[in-house]
């Protein structure tokens, strides 16, 4: 028989935390159980708002966690949050009234396509300008998705909101040599590394050569794969130059360094599979947080110029691995050295990149989320 395991410290709410943890005598939830938890959530407030967020969260917590409650007690959960806060907090008319034909039922998808149908109503924004989603909208219906816990209906709302708020033009691209210089050293002395952010790159314009001319005796660190048809990506890429030394055939030892194997360049670029542009609707992390559904930046260009401030800040904030060779190592001691640095710079690319996925991609409606399922 299934029995609960509830992680009582995540259920902030003290008064449904003392009721879940009574609850629990017996590792079920059974109905009595549950309706003591929802009075309990109730019990502290008055008027027409008869829950709080917290309180919210704490109830769609359970309900998502919980391994024995029956559906009708996880509905009566869920009408409770839809009757007591989510339909009272509503603050648009349309919104708001086709929300209290509602009131007496749980809402299934279709109830949901009505309600927001409701908001699209042409209405004149703060500046006099016809909008399709007014700011209490935009809000309404986001208190409306985060008020459900079923996967289905928070995607329908947050992609209803995203085809029908204005957006944003895209952030521009400004190519330049140099955007900033990051300060760095070795055995050799101090030296600059220019960060370059390249034009971006989609299905309709070449791919210029994210490091072209190479400067003699330079590599690529790592590559950057061309993203797939109706994809989008930014990269950083690293380039160094190769080491050219003199040594003594005898002993084996570096006498003279005539080329440091050092960082010539940071190379940022946003690049666009065929099928999209930086205009095309963000499919998941930036551009779908509530935040940017208030502010219309819903655009893949606003989440890629996302990915390439991440980049930026990175390079701002960490030190460049830092070459160990020097005059005097014997020449296998001098390319190893120059081996390990390489390796090193690929695991400062990787964290770099795996910054930029935390922060960008899985915020949101996560990546992870959308590879479940589609938008």
Same mark, same amino acid.
């Given at each position: 028989?299934?029995?609960e395991?509830f992680?009582?410290?995540?259920i902030?709410?003290?008064?449904?935390?003392?009721?879940?943890?009574?609850?629990?005598? %017996?590792n079920?939830?059974e109905?009595?159980?549950?309706?003591?938890? @929802?009075?309990?959530? #109730?019990?502290?407030? $008055?008027?027409?708002?008869?829950?709080?967020?917290?309180?919210? %969260?704490? #109830?769609l !917590?359970?309900?998502?966690? $919980?391994?024995?409650?029956?559906?009708a007690?996880r509905n009566?959960?869920?009408? +409770?949050?839809?009757?007591?806060y989510?339909?009272?907090? @509503?603050?648009?008319?349309?919104?708001?009234?086709?929300?209290?034909?509602l009131?007496?039922?749980?809402?299934?998808?279709e109830?949901?396509?009505?309600?927001?149908?409701?908001?699209?109503?042409?209405?004149?924004?703060? %500046?006099?300008n016809?909008v399709?989603?007014?700011?209490?909208e @935009?809000?309404?219906?986001?208190l !409306?998705?985060?008020?459900? $816990?079923?996967?289905?209906?928070?995607? *329908?709302?947050?992609? *209803?909101?995203m085809?029908?708020?204005?957006?944003?033009?895209?952030?521009?691209? @400004?190519?330049t040599?140099?955007?900033?210089?990051?300060e760095t050293?070795?055995a050799?002395?101090n030296?600059?590394?220019?960060?370059?952010?390249?034009? &971006?790159?989609t299905?309709?314009?070449?791919?210029?050569?994210?490091? $072209?001319?190479?400067?003699? &005796?330079?590599?690529l660190?790592?590559?950057m794969?061309?993203?797939a048809?109706?994809?989008?990506? =930014?990269g950083?890429?690293?380039?160094? +130059?190769a080491?050219?030394?003199n040594?003594? !055939?005898?002993t084996?030892k570096?006498?003279e360094?005539?080329?440091?194997?050092?960082?010539?360049?940071?190379?940022?670029?946003?690049?666009y599979?065929?099928?999209?542009?930086?205009?095309?609707?963000?499919?998941?992390?930036?551009?779908? =947080?509530d935040?940017?559904?208030?502010?219309g930046?819903?655009?893949l260009g606003?989440?890629?110029?996302?990915h390439?401030?991440?980049?930026?800040?990175?390079?701002?904030?960490?030190?460049?691995?830092?070459?160990?060779?020097?005059?005097g190592?014997t020449?296998?001691? *001098?390319?190893?050295k120059?081996?390990l640095? =390489?390796?090193?710079l690929?695991?400062?690319?990787a964290?770099?990149?795996?910054?930029?996925?935390?922060?960008?991609?899985?915020?949101g409606? =996560?990546? +992870?989320?959308?590879?479940?399922?589609?938008?």
């Open positions: 028989m299934a029995k395991r992680n009582l410290a995540s902030k709410d003290q008064g449904i935390r003392k009721a879940l943890q009574k609850a629990l005598a %017996n079920r939830l109905g009595k159980e549950v309706r003591r938890i @929802i009075d309990a959530a #109730l019990a502290d407030r $008055s008027g027409k708002l008869r829950l709080d967020q917290q309180e919210v %969260n704490d #109830l !917590l359970i309900v998502d966690q $919980s391994v024995t409650m029956r559906m007690d009566r959960i869920r009408k +409770t949050i839809f009757v007591e989510t339909r009272h907090s @509503i603050r648009d008319h349309s919104l708001g009234k086709a929300l209290n034909a009131a007496k039922k749980v809402p299934n998808l109830d949901l396509k009505k309600v927001a149908k409701a908001a699209l109503d042409k209405e004149k924004d703060a %500046n006099g016809m399709t989603l007014t700011k209490n @935009i809000n309404d219906l986001l !409306l998705k985060n008020s459900f $816990s079923k996967a289905e209906f928070r995607r *329908f709302i947050l992609r *209803f909101v085809e029908n708020v204005k957006p944003l033009p895209p952030p521009a691209t @400004i190519p040599p140099s955007c900033m210089t990051i050293k070795d050799g002395g030296y600059s590394v220019p960060v370059v952010i390249k034009q &971006d790159a299905a309709t314009i070449s791919l210029e050569n994210l490091d $072209s001319p190479l400067a003699p &005796d330079t590599e660190v790592n590559s794969p061309y993203p048809s109706g994809t989008a990506d =930014t950083l890429v690293i380039s160094r +130059t080491p050219q030394y040594y003594d !055939l005898k084996k570096i006498t360094v005539l080329q440091w194997p050092r960082i010539q360049k940071c190379i940022i670029q946003i690049r599979g065929s099928g999209t542009n930086s205009r095309t609707l963000s499919g998941y992390g930036r551009g779908t =947080t935040d940017d559904l208030r502010t930046n819903v655009t606003h989440h890629e110029n996302c390439r401030e991440v980049f930026k800040d990175f390079l701002r904030q960490h030190k460049f691995p830092i070459f160990q060779g020097k005059v190592h020449r296998a001691q *001098f390319e190893n120059a081996e640095w =390489t390796k090193a690929k695991r400062y690319n964290e770099a990149d795996k910054l930029g996925k935390r922060l960008v991609d899985e915020v409606y =996560t990546k +992870t989320e959308s590879r479940q399922k589609k938008l």
